[in-house]
C-alpha cells in the first residue's frame, strides 16, 4: 500500500510563512500528480495547487504568486511553500497523490492525514 505523511503545519502570523512537506511511500511504481487541498471549518475541501511529474503546476486563484509548489521525483515528497500568508489561508492541509503501484496497471488517488495551517491576525 502507499503511505502520505505531512509535516510542517503550526501556527504562523499574518504576513509570514510556513514549508509543507508530504513524503508518500510503500509499494510505488510511479506517480503522476501530486498536490495540496484545503479545508477550512464548515467549507468544503478545495485545491490550493498541483504539480505533474513533469513540474507543470496549477494554482488556485487565491494563492497565486503567495505559494510555490514543488516535487522532489527522486524522494517521492512534495513541498508547498507559504508566503504572505492571510488568516483566509487557515485550515487543514493535505496532500494528494495519484500513484501507480507495483504491479498495477491504473493510478489511484491517496491522500494524507492532514496538517494543520492556523493564520491569526
Known amino acids: 500500500q502507499v503511505q502520505l505523511v505531512e509535516s510542517g503545519g503550526g501556527l504562523v502570523q499574518a504576513g509570514g510563512s510556513l514549508r509543507l512537506s508530504c513524503a508518500a511511500s510503500?509499494?510505488?511504481?510511479?506517480?503522476?500528480?501530486m498536490g495540496w487541498y484545503r479545508q477550512a471549518p464548515g467549507k468544503q475541501r478545495e485545491l490550493v495547487a498541483t504539480?505533474?511529474?513533469?513540474?507543470?503546476?496549477n494554482y488556485a486563484d487565491s494563492v497565486k504568486g503567495r505559494f510555490t509548489i514543488s516535487r522532489d521525483n527522486a524522494k517521492n515528497t512534495v513541498y508547498l511553500e507559504m508566503n504572505s500568508l492571510k488568516p483566509e489561508d487557515t485550515g487543514v492541509y493535505y496532500c494528494?497523490?495519484?500513484?501507480?503501484?507495483?504491479?498495477?496497471?491504473?493510478?489511484?488517488?491517496?491522500w494524507g492525514q492532514g496538517t494543520q495551517v492556523t493564520v491569526s491576525s
Open positions: 494528494n497523490a495519484n500513484v501507480r503501484v507495483v504491479g498495477g496497471i491504473y493510478n489511484y488517488s491517496y
Open positions: 510503500g509499494s510505488i511504481f510511479s506517480i503522476n500528480a
Open positions: 504539480i505533474r511529474s513533469g513540474g507543470s503546476t
